[in-house]
């Protein structure tokens, strides 16, 4: 991945345009593995367990796409069987901001 990804950039004018976010966080897994990657560096077999409702299928795509989206790193050991770590990037890790406002919003108002 490039370096210039890890670089945020200081906008002129904010849009107002929630899409972009939406789309680099993803579906509907993606709030859940982020709240464990807030935590720390975990293996697939982790979140999995963490996050039992999600199918195999389901959590393949979710860090497929955020690891394209730049928020988190793939990370492949050669042990046998393969170990893959997953992290977030300063990118992800921006994110846990607009997170935890969002759980404030809902203790609050639901």
Known sequence: MAANNYVPKKPDVIDCNIE???DVIGGK????????????TRRFGELQRLIPAV????L???LRHMEQKGVLERKV???VPVTVEYTLTPKGEDLH???RE?????????
């Open 102 to 110: 969002m759980k404030l919003w809902a203790s609050k108002w639901t």
């Open 60 to 62: 393949t795509s979710t």
């Open 55 to 58: 199918s195999p299928r389901a």
């Open 20 to 22: 972009k976010t939406l």
């Open 29 to 40: 897994w993606a709030f859940l593995v982020l709240r464990e990657l807030f935590v720390g």
């Open 97 to 99: 901001q607009i997170i």
């Open 77 to 79: 050991y050669p042990t």
